[in-house]
C-alpha cells in the first residue's frame, strides 16, 4: 500500500491533488489553515446582502479541459451553466454602443469575417494582429508582441486579457497571453462557452470535492495550520510536519504536497524562489434582480467595472487589476460602480440597492514576464515534497484551471497512474 501523502492547502490545487490521489487509492489527508476550503475560490453567507456570495466572480470557458474533468469527477459540471455558443455582449459607456462578439464553433474563424459578429469597427485582417503573440519570447509583454488596431485592443482584447492576466496587456506576460489562446481561442468556439458557477464556487468546486475524499475515506483537517517542515540532515526529504503542536514525523514512504500561496510556501521552504508581485481584483455586488433579457455577463468598457455578471437576485462585478482602487472609500467607489451597471444595464440607479465590496489585495501573482520566471516547478530538491498552486509554472496565469492542473501534475509525481 501507498504511503499516505499529506496535502497542505485545501485550495483548488489542493483539492485536485486529493481527488485524483484518492481516485487511485492512495491515502490522503489534507490539511487547510481556514475554517473553510476553496482558499481564494470560496463562497460564504453575507449578512449584508443575506445572501451567500462568492468572494470573487471567476469565469471558466469551456475550452478548460482540467476543469472539466474535475468537475465530472466529484459529480458536479451540471453546476455550471452558460450559453450554448460562445458569445460575450459588450457595452462602451462613454458612447452607449453595444455589441455582441459571436465566435464560430469550429477551429476556422469564420466569425471575424461576419460585421455582425465581429467587434464594431473592426475588419477581419486586424485579428490577424493576435498571430505575434504566439511567437513571442519569455521577456515580451502583450503590447511588445502584437501591434493591434484600437477598435480591436480597446473593445475585446484589453478587457479579454485584463481579466486573464489579471494585468494591463501592457505588463502582462505575452506567453501566458498565448498560452490561453491556444487552448481557447485557437481551438474554435466548442473551447470557449463561457460557463459560470451559478449555484456559487462552493457548490461547483468546493463542497463536492470534500464529499467525493470523504467517500473515498481520506481525512480532512481545518484550521490546521502548518508551523514548520523538518528536513533530513542529508536533504534527501521531508521528515516531518510540525502544526504547532511539536514535529509529526513521517514514515519513509510519505510524501508531501505543499498547495500553499507563494509567500506561505517561501517561507516553509529553504531557498524557494516564487512570485513576490501581486494584482488585486475588487468585486462588487448588488442586491438587485437582473432586468429581462439581461446577459449573463457583459463586458464593460470605458468604465471602471470591467465584467457585470447577472446572478439570480444580485448583479455582481469584476474589476481586475484593481490596485489603482485600494484606497478609494468603500462608498465612493460602490457608487461609481452602482451608476456604471444601471447604465450597462438598464435599471433605475435611485435608489441605490443594498451593496457589498470585496477587496482582494493579492488576489493573484503579477502575470508579467519577470514575475513568470520566479514560478517553480512541481518538483523540488526533496525527493517527497511537490509544489503545487497557480502560482507554480503551469504556463497559464493564475487561473482556476491553472490551479487545477498543478494540483493533478502533483499527484502525477508522486504517484503517476
Known amino acids: 500500500m501507498a504511503g499516505t501523502v ?4 485545501a485550495g483548488l490545487a489542493g483539492l485536485a491533488a486529493s481527488v485524483r490521489l484518492a481516485t487511485r487509492g492512495v491515502p490522503v489527508v489534507l490539511h487547510e489553515a481556514a475554517p473553510q476550503a476553496g482558499g481564494r475560490c470560496r463562497s460564504y453567507f453575507d449578512p449584508q446582502l443575506n445572501a451567500v456570495i462568492d468572494n470573487g466572480n471567476h469565469l471558466v470557458l469551456s475550452g478548460n479541459t482540467t476543469m472539466r474533468e474535475f468537475t465530472r469527477t466529484i459529480g458536479a ?6 450559453p450554448d455558443r460562445a458569445q460575450f455582449a459588450f457595452v462602451d459607456l462613454e458612447s452607449d454602443e453595444r455589441w455582441t462578439v459571436r465566435l ?35 521577456d515580451a509583454t502583450m503590447t511588445d508582441a502584437m501591434r493591434c488596431p484600437p477598435a480591436l485592443y480597446q473593445k475585446l482584447i484589453h478587457p479579454l486579457f485584463l481579466a486573464v492576466l489579471n494585468a494591463d496587456p501592457a505588463e502582462g506576460s505575452a506567453q501566458m497571453a498565448a498560452a490561453v489562446i491556444r487552448e481557447t481561442l485557437a481551438a474554435g468556439g466548442k473551447a470557449c462557452h ?10 461547483s468546486f468546493v463542497t463536492p470535492a470534500l464529499a467525493f475524499l470523504e467517500a473515498k475515506g481520506a481525512r480532512v483537517m481545518m484550521q490546521h495550520r502548518v508551523r514548520t517542515l523538518g528536513f533530513a540532515p542529508d536533504g534527501s526529504r521531508v521528515e516531518s ?9 513521517l514514515a519513509a ?3 508531501v504536497v505543499l498547495a500553499v500561496p507563494p509567500n506561505v510556501a517561501a517561507a516553509l521552504v529553504p531557498d524557494l524562489t516564487t512570485p513576490d508581485e501581486y494584482r488585486a481584483i475588487v468585486n462588487a455586488h448588488f442586491q438587485v434582480p437582473p ?26 462585478v469584476t474589476i481586475s487589476g484593481a490596485d489603482h482602487l485600494l484606497d478609494e472609500s468603500r462608498e465612493s467607489l460602490a457608487l461609481r460602480i452602482w451608476e456604471e ?18 477587496r482582494e489585495k493579492r488576489a493573484t501573482f503579477a502575470a508579467t514576464p519577470a514575475q513568470d520566471k520566479r514560478r517553480p516547478g512541481t518538483r523540488t530538491r526533496w525527493r517527497n515534497l511537490v509544489l503545487a498552486g497557480d502560482w507554480t509554472a503551469t504556463g497559464l496565469p493564475a487561473t482556476i484551471e491553472g490551479a487545477l492542473r498543478s494540483g493533478n501534475r502533483a499527484a502525477d509525481v508522486l504517484h503517476p497512474a
Open 194 to 203: 463561457p460557463l459560470i458557477a451559478s449555484e456559487g464556487l462552493d457548490v
Open 77 to 82: 459540471e451540471h453546476t455550471l451553466t452558460g
Open 241 to 249: 510536519i510540525d502544526f504547532g503542536d511539536g514535529p509529526q514525523a
Open 253 to 255: 514512504d510519505d510524501a
Open 291 to 316: 432586468p429581462p433579457g439581461c446577459p449573463p455577463m457583459i463586458g464593460v468598457v470605458n468604465g471602471v467595472s470591467d465584467w457585470i455578471f447577472a446572478f439570480d437576485g444580485r448583479l455582481s
Open 104 to 138: 464560430s464553433e469550429g477551429r476556422l474563424p469564420w466569425w471575424i469575417f461576419d460585421s455582425n459578429a465581429r467587434v464594431p469597427g473592426t475588419k477581419w485582417s486586424d485579428y490577424l494582429s493576435l498571430a505575434p503573440l504566439l511567437r513571442a519570447g519569455p
Open 341 to 358: 451597471v444601471a447604465r450597462a444595464c438598464q435599471v433605475p440607479a435611485a435608489p441605490m440597492p443594498v451593496w457589498q465590496l470585496v
Open 6 to 9: 499529506h496535502v497542505i492547502g
